[in-house]
């Protein structure tokens, strides 16, 4: 919903503190995200042929993340100096250099104020932590974190990676994933990999219901309200009655 006095106000705040190239919650074409996913990042923009960032599907990022798909500044020529645009000079403006794009794969977490910069391929299920500068590939269920981002540890162990990617859970229809949702939120993920690889007909609670509900709505639908009767008003003009109550009226003396 658009607010008249505040969201002019942010967007001059924003524009005061990023500067003009930075985009907030930009989407498409900038973004492009599969559904269902959460990715209200800023992107920030120097060349409008910076190739898109590409965000696969249950993957949730801060919305302080920033990626730069573009804006390499050489380092291997003498300066660093843009002549064009501090000083005029020259026929044609500096082109910053990109990388190439940045993709992030399916179930991937991206904490506060990380930055990804251009080139970066982040694999399924890996988790980037808040503050994080990445500058190369991140692995599938690989945990980083730092300045530059390096290696912490893995989530799982070789088995229960490739058991995971070898399910795809995430390229089920939704209503299924939602209908597997207390299995993926389980830590015996070892169950959850027997259930949906190899053998087929194993026994699954979710998959043997034969038919997967919908999704839940947000906000979730209320259920309709009977009308309540109302009492009967007294017409206008209609003296109200009184009530007489026993002994209300004084006795006189034969």
Known sequence: MYR?????ARRAVRRWVFGDVVRFDPGPPYIIAEYPTYAPARVVIHSEDDPPIRVGRYSSIHETVTFMPGGEHRTDVATTWYFYYQQGVGDTPEVNASRG????????????????????????????????????????????????????????????????????WWDWPVDKVVAHRHQLKNPDVARFIWLHTGVRGRPCEACDLGKFLPPPRYPPEQPPQQPTEQPAQRPLGQPRRQATHAGSHRRTNA
């Open 4 to 8: 008249p006095f505040v969201d002019p």
């Open 101 to 168: 794009p940045i993709v992030v794969g399916n179930d991937v977490w991206i904490g506060r104020e990380a930055t990804i910069m251009s080139g970066v391929t982040i694999g399924h299920g890996a988790v980037v932590g808040m503050n994080a500068l990445v500058t190369k590939n991140v692995a599938p269920y690989e945990i980083v974190g730092g300045v530059p981002a390096k290696h912490l540890r893995w989530r799982f162990s070789e088995e229960i990676q490739a058991g995971l990617l070898a399910t795809a």
